[in-house]
């Protein structure tokens, strides 16, 4: 890479770091709670919502069903909690909820965990950055009039500070999450003094509206459907549970012990916010409708399209706080701030995952490698290809796309569970410590009430949110599912493939004979240095072929092979097309078919250049030529390079390259590299 390019990198990103440096990028619990739970903690800010927006199609009478959901997604919180403290400490190496279900339900529940997690992950970057965009839009207009536009910057500025690492990235979400989270309780606690202690009557925004039901009356079995549907909505605030098993490298040690704390203290803040946020949305009585333009009604008539609707966060914010003050100001910018770095949990999560499935061999392996930051840089920059492209999509719209949301999630958290059963029946079998099997059984009860739960949670969901979106996202899977088992069949067919054998084999029996061929267009520099190294190699036949396209080059050639006296029998190609690779190959694949046993290596002098542009004007040809010839088999393609004046001027540039410093890379000082001891010395 040029200095060109390798200076705005730099900045952007930072100095590459050293392999054995890795160890400095693990993550402080302190640390590991913004960059792995950010996605929970700030669902808050739009699950309460969503629940409402459900109920409210039965109108406002539905409401008092609120709390009873929200102490249904509380208690499926603290299960999928204490589930995944087990799984952190019995698998602790990463896979998570993947290494789970491959491990002790096959390849194919891996797989299938895999595939689920994959869509969670981009859907969570699509969501998170989809509602932040509306949130600020509500105080920016600029954002909400470009959504996409918007989104798509959000994106990119993320995985910017993703790829600058782990640690950094951390550092710089850290503060706007613990923000959001102090906002939240201080708005619960100060919302509870005012109405308990205080006794005054806080009335939101949205208070005096009324709501027009979509359904009115319902009843018996519709109602429970439809108190299903908000409970499979509420459930958006346990997305990203997971993320924090499959993170358990990037802790600091004890690892699982470490993640486990981190896990409690995640969900006891997120059930916390979430069902404050209820009871204040209910004691503010809070209005919300799928519809608002239509059934929303202020003063008995519908507020209509220009009315915009403000979150339920934002709503009890005003109601608590006071329109304008700086605590409500200080709450809508911390949340809209949160959701935009909830998608730090996906890249964190995602990269992670792809580097264990690319390990795998279920996805290609350019995704296992770090880049220069230690982070996993092709599955970062592949999430945000996907988040973009879904973004682009769906307008940039949470409401369609959170319909698309949390079915991978359950899917992920049912076959991790019942994983965790089969993990316990199997060490069971074989632990004889008395204490140690008590801890097995209780931690099998947990995993196995957290199994039935989350199935039938994913039952609920499949069955409310099909029809609404939830199909694209299964439609997803199958698509994630079906790329990565073909990719692992051609790895498995090429390993089986280039596989050594044992004895004597075709591949390992020397050819009979060896013929060489020197392709030459002038006698040059680059030619005489070809002709050269293919005599050093001692084959047993060596010939000179060219390719006649204009006969007074031909000609010309010729006498200069012979006025120089080259020893290398010149044969010239007619070619009454003008076509070179063709007779090349054609010649070639004569000379095979004449005596299969033999081997034919092919030397194609090339010029070294040190431009870019000067790559389009050499080597087109070569460049083609060694593409067919790969195909050929018994052939050999050997490249003899011929350095120009310019490539010694790009040496020299790259020589100043490593010889610069990147700009505050002085102010860091030198990497530190270990020295070698130095040698006793005699002074004796």
């Not at 799928?290 to 914010?317: F, M, R």
Request: net charge positive; glycine share 8%.
């Amino acid at each position: 890479m040029s200095k060109l390019t390798d200076v705005p990198k730099r900045i952007l990103i930072g100095r590459a770091l050293r392999s054995d440096r890795l160890g400095e990028t693990l993550l402080p619990k302190r640390i590991a709670l913004p960059v792995f739970a950010s996605d929970p903690l700030s669902s808050v800010a739009y699950a309460p919502g969503e629940v409402l927006l459900v109920l409210s199609i039965a109108g406002v009478s539905a409401y008092q069903y609120s709390p009873w959901i929200a102490l249904a997604v509380v208690v499926l919180m603290f299960t999928v909690v204490a589930s995944y403290r087990q799984n952190v400490h019995a698998y602790p190496s990463g896979g998570g909820d993947y290494e789970v279900a491959n491990t002790n339900l096959g390849p194919r529940a891996g797989l299938t965990v895999a595939s689920a997690l994959l869509v969670d992950y981009v859907l969570t970057v699509a969501v998170s950055i989809s509602s932040g965009v509306e949130n600020l839009g509500s105080a920016v207009h600029f954002v909400i009039e470009h959504k996409v536009l918007s989104a798509i910057v959000m994106i990119l500025l993320l995985t910017l500070m993703n790829l600058r690492g782990v640690k950094e990235s951390g550092k710089l979400f850290a503060i706007p999450t613990y923000v959001f989270v102090a906002a939240v309780f201080v708005m619960i606690g100060w919302g509870a003094w005012k109405g308990i202690v205080l006794g005054e009557t806080m009335s939101a925004p949205t208070a005096d509206f009324e709501i027009e039901p979509e359904q009115a009356g319902l009843a018996g079995f519709a109602m429970v459907f439809l108190l299903l549907r908000a409970f499979s909505s509420g459930c958006a605030a346990l997305t990203g549970v997971e993320a924090i098993s499959n993170g358990v490298p990037a802790f600091r040690k004890p690892k699982s012990k470490n993640a486990a704390t981190t896990l409690a203290f995640m969900g006891g803040l997120a059930v916390t916010m979430f069902c404050g946020i209820i009871g204040l949305a209910m004691a503010t009585d809070v209005r919300m409708a799928e519809n608002p333009a239509v059934d929303l009604l202020h003063n008995g008539v519908p507020v209509g399209p220009e009315y915009v609707q403000d979150p339920v966060i934002s709503q009890v914010g005003e109601a608590v706080f006071g329109n304008g003050s700086i605590l409500f100001v200080l709450l809508a910018t911390a949340t809209a701030l949160v959701l935009f770095l909830a998608a730090n949990t996906a890249y964190n999560g995602f990269p992670l995952l792809g580097s264990i499935l690319a390990q795998d061999r279920y996805l290609p392996r350019q995704l296992h490698t770090r880049g220069d930051r230690l982070a996993f840089s092709n599955g970062i920059v592949l999430l945000a290809g996907a988040a973009i492209l879904l973004v682009w999509i769906y307008d940039a719209d949470s409401t369609k796309l959170i319909q698309l949301y949390i079915v991978g999630v359950f899917v992920s958290f049912t076959l991790s569970q019942i994983g965790m059963v089969r993990h316990w029946n199997r060490h069971l079998k074989t632990e004889r410590d008395a204490a140690a099997r008590r801890r097995m059984h209780r931690s099998r009860a947990i995993n196995t009430f957290g199994a039935f739960f989350t199935g039938m949670v994913l039952v609920v969901v499949l069955a409310t949110k099909f029809t609404h979106g939830a199909w694209v996202a299964l439609l997803g899977m199958v698509i994630f599912y079906g790329t990565m088992t073909a990719i692992r069949k051609h790895y498995d067919r090429v390993s089986a493939e280039i596989a050594a054998a044992e004895g004597p084999s075709v591949d390992s029996v020397r050819p009979s004979r060896v013929h060489s061929i020197v392709l030459v267009s002038k006698v040059h520099k680059p030619t005489l240095r070809a002709l050269a190294f293919a005599k050093l190699t001692r084959s047993d036949t060596l010939e000179a072929v060219s390719i006649s396209v204009d006969h007074a080059e031909t000609k010309a050639l010729r006498e200069e092979w012979d006025r120089r006296g080259i020893n290398v029998p010149l044969k010239i190609l007619d070619s009454p097309y003008r076509e070179i690779t063709r007779p090349v190959v054609e010649y070639v694949k004569g000379l095979r078919s004449e005596n299969p046993r033999d081997a034919v290596s092919v030397y194609i002098p090339e010029y070294v250049v040190g431009r870019w542009w000067e790559h389009l004007l050499h080597n087109q040809s070569a460049l083609r030529l060694k593409g067919r010839l790969l195909f050929t088999p018994g052939v050999m393609v050997t490249s003899v390079p011929y350095q120009l004046e310019s490539s010694e001027l790009a040496k020299r540039r790259a020589k100043k390259r490593q010889e610069w410093n990147a700009p505050g890379s002085v102010r860091r000082g030198p990497v530190d590299t270990p020295r070698p001891p130095k040698a006793p010395t005699d002074k004796g």
